[in-house]
C-alpha cells in the first residue's frame, strides 16, 4: 500500500475541516460538547498522522510509507 | 478548566495542551540532567523530536500486523484526546482512571503489534506495570467518601467549600503522585523503557508513527498534572493551572534524578506494598467518615 502526498493532504484537509465544522457547531449550541467530543477523538488523531504523512511525503509517484524491509 | 469552550477553544486548546505537554516532558527530561550534573538537552528537545520524528523515513515492519501497528497510533492519540474532554468537561474521574488502564493496553498493542522481540517484552512489562494503577483505585476510593461524587465539576465544589483534598486526603495525592511518577520517563517504575528492551514497546514504532506517539505523550503529560491538581488542589486558572503543572514536574525530576530503575519485580513489589498501605487509610477514612 502507498500513500501519495495529495492523498495526505485530502484526508488532512478533511479531518481538520470536520474538526472545524463539528466546533463551529458547537460554538452555535447547535450540538453539545459531547457530541462534538465524540467525533474529535477519531478525527483529531487521523488529522494529525495526515498531516505528517503531508508534509513528509514526495510530491510524486508513491512515498516511502508501508515499504517493509 | 470547566468553562465552556469557543469553537475555535476546541482544537486550539488540544493542540496548546499536546505543546505544553511536550515542553513538561522537555522540562523534567532537562531537570534531569542538571541534578545529575549533566548540560541535558533544551527544554524544548521533545518538541523538536516530535517534529522530527514526523519528516523521518516510515515504515510497517513485514513482521507488523499492519492494522494494530497504525491503528494503536490512532487510538494512543485518541484516548487521551477522550482524556482530555472529559477533563474540560468535568466530567467523570472513573471515565479517566479507565483511560489511565487503557492506556497499558494500548502500550501493550504497541509492543505486540511490531512482531519485534523488543516490542514484545515491552509490552509484557507494560501489562506487569499495571501494578502501579491499583493504588489510583484506591485514591479514587478515598476522593469518594470525601465528596461523595467522582464527577470532576463536584471534586471542584467540594473543594471551595472544604478547602484542597491535598491536604485533608495527603496519603491519596501520595499516591496520586506516584502513579504518575510511575507514567514518567525516567523513572524508578519506567520499566516498559528500560534500556536492556532498547526503546521498549515503541522500538518498531518509526518515523510518522513515533511522532504520532510524541503527540500522544505531550496530551497524556498534560491530562496526567492537570487532572492531580484538579483532584487535590481544585479549580484553578489558566495561570495557576500551568504554574502548578510546572512545580508537579519540578517534584517528579526530583524523584527520577535520584532514583535508580527498578527491576520489574522490585517496581510491582513497592506498588503493591504502596497500595495495602492505601487500602489501610482507605479503611481508616471510612470508619472516620462514617462511624
Same mark, same amino acid.
Given at each position: 500500500?502507498?500513500?501519495?502526498?495529495?492523498?495526505?493532504?485530502?484526508?488532512?484537509c /478533511?479531518?481538520a475541516?470536520?474538526?472545524?465544522? +463539528?466546533s @463551529? &457547531?458547537?460554538?452555535?449550541?447547535?450540538?453539545?460538547l459531547t457530541l462534538?467530543?465524540?467525533? /474529535?477523538?477519531p478525527a483529531?488523531?487521523?488529522? +494529525?498522522l @495526515? &498531516?505528517f504523512?503531508?508534509?513528509?511525503a514526495g510530491?510524486?509517484g508513491?512515498?516511502?510509507?508501508f515499504i517493509?524491509? | 478548566?470547566t468553562?465552556?469552550?469557543?469553537?475555535?477553544?476546541?482544537?486550539?486548546?488540544?493542540?496548546?495542551?499536546?505543546?505544553?505537554?511536550?515542553?513538561?516532558?522537555?522540562?523534567?527530561?532537562?531537570l534531569?540532567?542538571?541534578?545529575q550534573?549533566?548540560?541535558?538537552p533544551?527544554?524544548?528537545?521533545e518538541?523538536?523530536?516530535?517534529?522530527?520524528?514526523?519528516?523521518?523515513t516510515?515504515?510497517?515492519?513485514?513482521?507488523?500486523s499492519?492494522?494494530?501497528?497504525?491503528?494503536?497510533?490512532l487510538?494512543?492519540?485518541g484516548?487521551?484526546?477522550?482524556?482530555?474532554?472529559?477533563?474540560?468537561?468535568?466530567?467523570s474521574?472513573?471515565v479517566?482512571l479507565?483511560?489511565?488502564?487503557?492506556h497499558?493496553?494500548?502500550?501493550h498493542?504497541?509492543?505486540?503489534?511490531s512482531g519485534?522481540?523488543y516490542?514484545?517484552?515491552?509490552?509484557?512489562?507494560?501489562?506487569?506495570?499495571?501494578a502501579?494503577?491499583?493504588?489510583?483505585f484506591?485514591?479514587v476510593?478515598?476522593?469518594?467518601?470525601?465528596?461523595?461524587?467522582?464527577?470532576?465539576?463536584?471534586i471542584m465544589?467540594?473543594?471551595?467549600?472544604?478547602?484542597?483534598?491535598?491536604?485533608?486526603a495527603?496519603?491519596?495525592?501520595?499516591a496520586?503522585?506516584?502513579?504518575?511518577?510511575?507514567?514518567?520517563?525516567?523513572?524508578?517504575?519506567?520499566?516498559v523503557?528500560?534500556?536492556?528492551?532498547?526503546?521498549g514497546y515503541?522500538?518498531?514504532h518509526?518515523?510518522?508513527?513515533?511522532?504520532?506517539?510524541?503527540?500522544?505523550?505531550?496530551?497524556k503529560?498534560?491530562?496526567?498534572l492537570?487532572?492531580?491538581?484538579?483532584v487535590?488542589?481544585?479549580?484553578?486558572?489558566?495561570?495557576?493551572?500551568l504554574?502548578?503543572?510546572i512545580?508537579?514536574?519540578?517534584l517528579?525530576?526530583?524523584?527520577?534524578?535520584?532514583?535508580?530503575m527498578?527491576?520489574p519485580?522490585?517496581?510491582?513489589?513497592?506498588?503493591m506494598v504502596?497500595?495495602?498501605?492505601m487500602?489501610?487509610?482507605a479503611?481508616?477514612?471510612?470508619?472516620?467518615?462514617?462511624?
Amino acid at each position: 500500500m502507498r500513500m501519495k502526498k495529495t492523498m495526505a493532504a485530502r484526508i488532512f484537509c /478533511l479531518g481538520a475541516g470536520v474538526c472545524m465544522f +463539528v466546533s @463551529a &457547531l458547537y460554538l452555535a449550541g447547535i450540538i453539545p460538547l459531547t457530541l462534538c467530543a465524540a467525533v /474529535l477523538v477519531p478525527a483529531f488523531p487521523a488529522t +494529525v498522522l @495526515a &498531516l505528517f504523512f503531508w508534509w513528509m511525503a514526495g510530491q510524486s509517484g508513491g512515498d516511502i510509507p508501508f515499504i517493509g524491509y | 478548566m470547566t468553562s465552556r469552550l469557543s469553537g475555535t477553544d476546541m482544537i486550539a486548546e488540544l493542540v496548546l495542551a499536546t505543546i505544553f505537554g511536550l515542553l513538561l516532558l522537555g522540562i523534567h527530561r532537562k531537570l534531569i540532567a542538571r541534578i545529575q550534573r549533566r548540560p541535558g538537552p533544551p527544554v524544548w528537545q521533545e518538541i523538536l523530536h516530535m517534529l522530527k520524528f514526523s519528516f523521518k523515513t516510515t515504515w510497517v515492519p513485514l513482521t507488523a500486523s499492519r492494522t494494530l501497528f497504525v491503528g494503536v497510533v490512532l487510538i494512543a492519540i485518541g484516548i487521551w484526546t477522550a482524556a482530555f474532554y472529559v477533563l474540560v468537561s468535568g466530567g467523570s474521574l472513573l471515565v479517566i482512571l479507565g483511560i489511565y488502564m487503557l492506556h497499558k493496553i494500548v502500550e501493550h498493542g504497541f509492543g505486540l503489534s511490531s512482531g519485534s522481540p523488543y516490542g514484545k517484552y515491552g509490552g509484557v512489562r507494560s501489562v506487569i506495570s499495571a501494578a502501579s494503577e491499583i493504588p489510583l483505585f484506591v485514591s479514587v476510593a478515598v476522593i469518594a467518601v470525601y465528596t461523595h461524587s467522582l464527577d470532576l465539576s463536584s471534586i471542584m465544589q467540594y473543594q471551595q467549600v472544604y478547602g484542597p483534598l491535598l491536604f485533608t486526603a495527603f496519603p491519596a495525592a501520595c499516591a496520586m503522585f506516584l502513579v504518575i511518577l510511575s507514567k514518567m520517563p525516567f523513572g524508578p517504575f519506567s520499566i516498559v523503557e528500560a534500556k536492556e528492551l532498547v526503546s521498549g514497546y515503541k522500538t518498531e514504532h518509526f518515523g510518522i508513527w513515533r511522532a504520532g506517539l510524541e503527540v500522544c505523550n505531550g496530551l497524556k503529560s498534560f491530562v496526567l498534572l492537570a487532572v492531580f491538581l484538579t483532584v487535590f488542589i481544585g479549580q484553578l486558572t489558566l495561570p495557576w493551572l500551568l504554574t502548578g503543572m510546572i512545580i508537579l514536574v519540578v517534584l517528579l525530576a526530583f524523584s527520577c534524578a535520584v532514583t535508580p530503575m527498578m527491576s520489574p519485580f522490585d517496581s510491582v513489589t513497592i506498588q503493591m506494598v504502596v497500595t495495602g498501605l492505601m487500602l489501610v487509610y482507605a479503611m481508616a477514612v471510612l470508619v472516620v467518615m462514617h462511624p
